[in-house]
């Protein structure tokens, strides 16, 4: 038998038997299976090392978003205190006209969910879905205390006749149920009639769909400016001596030592009509006096200011990979009769793909979640998708809403990330 070191506390020996030879350890145990173990006490312990970290990560970002994202298609705002009505929803199919035990449901209802202090929150949930119907609930509620006698359909639509409409009936029994996909249906610009089929909403209420496609309209502009504007300066300092170089890589990271607010407004001071932009066209002569540009509080504004604020993110991916090139390639390619223009197409530029991609993809992605810049300078024809879902979860606090956009838009951000990594390769992707 001859030993070996497997640790410090053990020794491989080897048994010959037969043909074949059995590798173990000094007490005679198996040596794979020494192996196996303790491997998985090695990764055991990385594992503990790496908990602390991934429960901070599970509890302060996947469950909340988590739960954020189960108001999209759960509500039981209304199901959960008006469980009567909702139980004869249940045993009745769609289009049922209400009968007397309907309107009994209802009634009882009401009465108990205004003693409860809960009516508010039944008329928010149907207000969502049919808008202008929560003064109804709370303004019937505030009635049925004071009692409510039979027949109380009749008694219900003295108090208010819109109690008898169709399409509140339609949206009850929508709402009837705490999962719903109604929140969805909004969020593309859709809705149930009192039939239940999908149709689409008025046109002067279809928004949605519009802000999700101005949303990636201009975050494909902005990244496509960002490279136009990044990729000759990642050149300039990735072939400029290092001492030059790291001088102007501050003026690059100076927009991060400074509040993204101060940015913004900055930009506000300098694109309005009276600013000085359009101050020194008309000091050049550009433009007359009376023809200053209106560049904020629309698109323009928009564009220009997240711009100049996601620059940074092309510049720096592109700058890292860019430094890593060796000038040598071009030169051997001009040597060999290659013009500058097709040395610079088919061997400087195609080493750069790697930078081009992942700043593109920060850049865009995080253009695409921008609320505050867009809010500030954007005007009603410069506002995204996250400045709805901001408005959702601060004003309107119809936070399914919000959550569906989110989801919408989460699911079309994964989708073009699947298509990237399908077409160019998530594993190209250099950051430094």
């Known amino acids: 038998m001859a030993n070996a070191a497997l640790d410090p506390h053990a020794a491989i020996a080897t048994t010959a038997s037969g043909l074949g030879a059995t590798l173990t350890t000094a007490d005679g145990k198996p040596l794979a299976r020494a192996l196996a173990r303790s491997q998985r006490r090695a990764r055991r312990r990385a594992f503990l090392l790496v908990l602390p970290l991934l429960a901070f990560v599970v509890i302060t970002f996947v469950v909340p978003i988590g ?6 298609f759960y509500n039981d705002g209304f199901s959960a205190n008006m469980p009567q009505v909702s139980a004869w929803f249940a045993q009745t199919e769609r289009g049922t006209d209400p009968d007397e035990a309907a309107w009994t449901a209802l009634a009882q209802d009401l009465v108990a969910s ?4 809960n009516i508010g929150v039944v008329g928010t949930r149907i207000n969502y879905d049919m808008p202008g119907t929560r003064s109804l609930f709370t303004s019937t509620g505030r009635q049925v205390r004071r009692g409510l006698e039979p027949p109380y359909r009749e008694a219900l639509l003295e108090i208010n ?20 996909a109604n929140f969805y249906l909004a969020a593309v610009d859709r809705t149930r009639d009192t039939e239940g089929r999908v149709q689409q909403v008025e046109e002067q209420q279809r928004i949605y769909l519009t802000l999700f496609w101005r949303t990636f309209w201009l975050s494909a502009v902005i990244t496509g400016l960002t490279f136009v504007l990044g990729f000759p300066i990642a050149h300039l300092l990735a072939t400029l001596p290092m001492r030059k170089s790291n001088l102007l890589m501050i003026l690059v990271l100076l927009p991060f030592w400074t ?5 913004t407004t900055s930009w506000m001071v300098l694109l309005q009509q009276q600013g000085v932009v359009n101050d020194i066209l008309v000091w050049m002569g550009v433009i007359g ?28 991916p592109l700058y890292s990979v860019m430094r890593t090139i060796n ?11 290659a013009t500058s223009w097709t040395a610079f197409r088919r061997v400087y530029f195609p080493q750069t793909l790697p930078g081009l991609g992942a700043g593109a993809m920060l850049v865009f992605i995080l253009a695409v979640g921008y609320y505050i810049t867009p809010a500030l300078v954007g005007g009603s024809s410069g506002q995204l998708i996250s400045n709805m879902i901001a408005q959702h979860m601060t004003g309107t606090l119809n936070w399914s809403m919000a959550a569906a956009l989110a989801a919408l838009l989460l699911g079309a951000v994964l989708v073009l990330y699947w298509l990237y990594d399908r077409l160019v390769g998530v594993d190209n992707l250099k950051l430094g």
């Open 67 to 72: 739960q954020m994202l189960q108001r999209s």
């Open 289 to 316: 006096g009376g023809q200053r540009l209106q560049m904020i509080y629309n698109q323009t504004g928009t564009i220009i200011a997240m711009t100049h604020i996601l620059l940074p993110f092309m510049i720096l």
């Open 259 to 263: 509040s993204l607010l101060v940015r």
């Open 161 to 180: 006749e819109d109690w008898g409409d169709p399409q509140l009936w339609s949206v009850m029994r929508e709402a009837s149920t705490p999962i719903t």
């Open 114 to 117: 205004a003693e409860a202090r």
């Open 327 to 337: 000038p040598s390639y071009v030169r051997a390619a001009r040597s060999l009769g």
